[in-house]
Structures are given as C-alpha cells and as structure tokens.
C-alpha cells in the first residue's frame, strides 16, 4: 500500500483535532518548504528520519529496453534520500 498525500491529511486529521482545512494546509506548506531548500542546493534533515538532498548528475549514455537503442540522457539534478540509522532500524526490525 502507498501511503499518498490524502491519506497523511486524514491520518493527521483523525489525530490531532484540528480542522480538516489547517491539516491540509500544514501538509502543503512543509512540502513546499522541503521544495525550495531542494530547488535553492540545500540539504533537508528531518531527525530520527532522514536526510534528502538535490544531486547533480552528469550527461550519461541510457538504453531503451523495448527496442535496445541507445539513448543520450542530459544533464539533471534528482532528489536522493538517505535514511537515518534510527529509521532504518525500525524497518529492519519490524516494529
């Protein structure tokens, strides 16, 4: 199951007895402050969580499975994250 953003506003809804709105609202204002850190090169570390960073990465040379050409992809930056040792524990564990 994938936990989407709907299901965080009604989780937290459910839980902390604020309206549905201002639950709703909070979500969307620590997205958007985790989007601007990442857009401006800063790192996001969110304690006993993880760390996500924007990293750049360099031309390189792909490959279309479905038909085995060869593709050039650009230049980009991806999101990376990088789980704490508390949370990665916690998976591994099953608690």
Not at 7 to 15: A, S, T
Not at 39 to 47: A, K, M, N, P, R
Not at 82 to 94: A, F, H, K, L, T
């Given at each position: ?15 902390s007895g604020f309206s549905k709105y ?53 230049a980009g930056t991806v999101v990376a ?15």
């Open positions: 199951m994938t936990l989407v953003k709907d299901d965080l506003v009604q989780r937290l809804y459910d839980q201002k639950v709703r609202a909070a979500v969307e204002t620590v997205f958007e402050l985790i989007k601007k850190a990442l857009e401006s090169g800063d790192d996001v570390l969110i304690s006993r969580f993880g760390k996500f960073s924007a990293k750049k990465k360099g031309p390189r040379r792909g490959r279309n499975h479905a038909t085995g050409e060869n593709l050039p992809i650009d994250f990088r789980c704490s040792p508390v949370m990665r524990d916690r998976i591994n564990d099953g608690r």
